[in-house]
Structures are given as C-alpha cells and as structure tokens.
C-alpha cells in the first residue's frame, strides 16, 4: 500500500541542521513517551553519525507542512560491506546501500506511509543491495521488510549494550 497526498521531500547531508531536530522528534514519537532506552537516549549521535556519511541521504514526508514520517541511510564504502560476513557467497553485485532508520508517527500508521518513504529512499539508487538491521523481538516490522524483499542472513549486536539485530539484506531494485 502506497500513502497519497503526502509531500515527500529529499535532503543530503548538507540539510542535516535543517532536518535533525525534525528527524529526533518525529523518533522520539514513534518509539514513545513509555520507551525510556538507552537507544532511544543515544539516537542523535546516530542522526550525527549517518548524516555525516558521504552519500546520505533522507526522505522525510509532510502531510500539509506537518512531518510525520521519515527513512534515511548512506552507501557503505566499497569492501567495507560487514555483511559479507553472514552469507556463504558474497554475491558478484555487491555495491550497499545501508537502510539505517524508518520512522513513523503513531497517527499515521497502517496507512502506506513505511512503504512510500522505503520506495522514496530507494528509487534511483546506483548500489545493487540494501542492508538493515531490525530487532529481534519485532517479528512484525521484520516481516514487512520481508514483503519487500528483504531476506535474513544473520543475527547481530552491533554494540556490547544493543539488542540483538536480524541482519537483512535485499536485493535492489525493491520488489
């Protein structure tokens, strides 16, 4: 399902003091106000981190001029794809794209608007693959990203305090 009406704007790491505080608070009420975890607390050093990577970029959609939703991430530079290390054959393509967040405002959910912002990142992208990470615990969110072709090749805690992560990589063009 693709959400209508909504304005889907393109940003670079160039518009990142335009669009950080935008992409914090739409997080921030995506994930809650009961969700008090240190992923949440560290999230603008991740906002930083991504949005400082060459190629970054985010989609961000308005519905009128309110924001509420986005996804954003950045190419992972040639031979440096840490994927590699959960398939058996590297395949011959493999230029990636890492999918690094997707957010949506409560209000806004079961509308469309994940897969509108997931073919908005997507589209025209020169890498051959897409990879993510998505918790665990969330069978459903892994689920939609496997609607879109993502398959799991792996588990992964990025960090000694992180949870454990679904290493997801897809095929591009999405399906």
């Given amino acids: 399902m693709t959400a209508v009406g909504l304005d889907i ?3 670079g790491t160039e518009d990142l003091t335009e669009i950080r505080r935008t992409i914090i608070d739409l997080h921030a009420a995506a994930t809650g106000p009961d969700r008090d975890d240190d992923f ?5 050093w991740f906002v930083d981190h991504w949005g400082g990577k060459e190629g970054y970029v985010c989609v961000i959609a308005y519905d009128d001029e309110t924001p509420v939703g ?3 991430g950045a190419p992972l530079d040639e031979g440096r794809e840490w994927w590699r290390e959960y398939v058996r054959e590297v395949p011959e393509k ?3 794209f890492a999918f690094s967040e997707l957010a949506v405002h409560p209000s806004k959910r079961k509308q469309g608007v994940s897969d509108t912002l997931t073919r908005a990142l997507f589209e025209n992208r ?6 993510l990470l998505v918790d665990v615990t969330h069978p459903r969110v892994q689920s939609l990203y496997e609607r879109w072709g993502f398959k799991k090749v792996g588990e992964r805690r ?5 949870p454990v992560y679904a290493v997801m990589l897809a095929e591009l063009p999405l399906r």
Avoid: I, N, Q, W
């Fill in 9 to 11: 704007r393109h940003f």
């Fill in 40 to 44: 949440k607390k560290k999230f603008p």
């Fill in 70 to 72: 986005f996804a954003y």
């Fill in 94 to 96: 493999h230029r990636t």
């Fill in 126 to 131: 020169l890498e051959d693959l897409a990879v």
């Fill in 158 to 162: 990025p960090f000694p305090d992180s």
